[in-house]
C-alpha cells in the first residue's frame, strides 16, 4: 500500500507552523515558529503584527518542514491548510502558501478546519474510533462535539460567554501574568488548595452548555476587593481554585454527555487540554464509564500545531474533500 505524505499548514492564529505526516498518525516533521513574545507587551494577540509575522516565517517553516522530514515535493500525496476559523489576515497566509505550492507541484488541496484538527491531534496518542465525544477546549473555543462517525462534527454544547482558555487568561492577567497565563495558573494551582470557592456556573443545567465570564467576574471581585482592603491574598489558592471551578463545570457536562451518547471514546483536546488539572479530573471520570476510552491529545500536540492539521487532511484526502483555487480564509468557520 502506497503512503500517503501531506505537507500540512497552520497560520490561524500566533503560530506558523508547516508540518509533514505520513498516513495520518506520523509525524515526520512539525515545525512551529511562535510568535507569543511580540504579542505579550499587548496583552493578547494583535492581528496586524500576526500576519506580518507568518508572511516572514512560513517559507522557513516549509524548508524546515520538508528538510526535516527528508522529502521532496516528489514525496507529497497533498497539501493541507487551515482555512478557518481564525484571524482573516493570519489565516490568509497560510492558505495562499498551500494554494500556491498545490498549483506548482499539481498537488490535491484540503481545505481543514482547525477545531477539526485539534480534534485529530488525538489521532497520534491512539487511533480515534467511532461514535466518539470531544472535548474541545482552546483560547477561542470550548464545545462538546458529538462524531457519530468519521467527518461528521455535531456541537452538542459549547460555551455562552468566554472560552475555557480566554478565561484563563483574563484571569491570569489580573494576577499579573504574561499573556497566555493557562500553564502559569496550571502550574501555580499544583501546589494550592481550593479555598475560595468560586461559582461553577450551569454545572446542574440540563443541557451541555458552558459560562465562564460570571466565575471571570468572581475572581476579578475577590481580588479587587482583597487589593482595597489591603488583603494579601494565598495567589497558589486563588490559581487552584480558578481551576478546580473551570474543571468540575467541564468534568461535569462531559460527564453528562457521555451518560447520554453512546460512544467509544472521550477525546480531549485544544490548547486547554495541556491542563494538568483537567487532565486528572478526566482520568478519574472515565474509571466510571466501563467502556469508554480517554484518548488526550499529547500534550506537546494540543496548542495550535501543524501536524494535526495533517491528520486532519489525511481523512480529507481519504473522503476526497478537495478545494480549487478558489479557497478563501473562512474566520467565522463552523464544523
Ligand atoms: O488551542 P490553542 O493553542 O489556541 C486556540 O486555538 O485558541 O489554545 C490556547 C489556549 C490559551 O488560552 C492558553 O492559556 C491555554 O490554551 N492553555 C492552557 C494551558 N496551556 C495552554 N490553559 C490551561 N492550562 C494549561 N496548561
Ligand atoms: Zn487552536
Do not use: W
Not at 478557518?84 to 492558505?95: C, F, K, M, S
Amino acid at each position: 500500500k502506497k503512503e500517503t505524505i501531506i505537507l500540512a499548514f497552520e497560520s490561524s492564529c500566533d503560530e506558523t507552523s508547516v508540518a509533514v505526516v505520513k498516513n495520518g498518525n506520523e509525524i515526520l516533521s512539525n515545525i512551529v515558529a511562535t510568535q507569543i513574545k511580540s504579542h505579550q507587551r499587548f496583552g493578547g494577540v494583535v492581528p496586524e503584527v500576526a500576519s506580518r509575522h507568518h508572511i516572514e516565517q512560513i517559507n522557513y517553516c516549509i524548508e524546515d518542514a520538508m528538510k526535516e522530514a527528508q522529502v521532496t515535493f516528489e514525496d507529497i500525496s497533498a497539501v493541507a491548510v487551515t482555512f478557518g476559523p481564525g484571524l482573516v489576515g493570519a489565516l490568509l497566509v497560510g492558505v495562499a502558501a498551500a494554494k500556491a505550492i498545490a498549483f506548482a507541484h499539481n498537488l490535491p488541496l484540503i481545505p481543514v478546519n482547525h477545531m477539526a484538527g485539534h480534534i485529530y491531534a488525538a489521532n497520534f496518542a491512539s487511533e480515534i474510533k467511532f461514535p466518539a465525544l470531544a472535548l474541545l477546549v482552546s483560547g477561542g473555543h470550548t464545545e462538546l462535539v458529538y462524531m457519530p462517525k468519521e467527518n461528521v462534527f455535531q456541537i452538542i454544547g459549547e460555551t455562552r460567554d468566554d472560552a475555557a482558555g480566554e478565561a484563563f487568561d483574563k484571569v491570569g492577567r489580573v494576577m499579573g501574568m504574561k499573556y497566555p497565563a493557562g500553564k502559569e495558573i496550571d502550574q501555580l494551582a499544583a501546589s494550592g488548595k481550593d479555598t475560595f470557592n468560586f461559582p461553577r456556573a450551569m454545572e446542574k443545567e440540563d443541557n451541555y452548555d458552558f459560562s465562564f465570564s460570571g466565575l471571570k467576574s468572581a475572581f476579578i471581585n475577590t481580588v479587587h476587593h482583597a487589593s482595597q482592603v489591603g488583603e494579601e491574598l494565598n495567589k497558589a489558592d486563588l490559581a487552584a481554585s480558578f481551576e478546580q471551578s473551570v474543571v468540575d463545570v467541564l468534568s461535569a457536562k462531559t460527564k453528562k454527555a457521555l451518560q447520554n451518547f453512546n460512544v467509544k471514546q472521550l477525546i480531549l483536546a485544544g490548547g486547554v487540554a495541556a491542563n494538568q488539572g483537567l487532565r486528572k479530573q478526566l482520568d478519574i471520570d472515565l474509571a466510571e464509564f466501563d467502556n469508554i476510552e480517554l484518548v488526550k491529545a499529547p500534550l506537546n500536540l494540543c496548542g495550535d500545531n501543524a501536524a494535526m492539521i495533517g491528520a486532519a487532511g489525511y481523512v480529507g484526502y481519504k473522503h476526497q474533500n478537495f478545494a480549487d483555487m478558489s479557497l478563501n480564509a473562512e474566520p467565522s468557520l463552523e464544523f
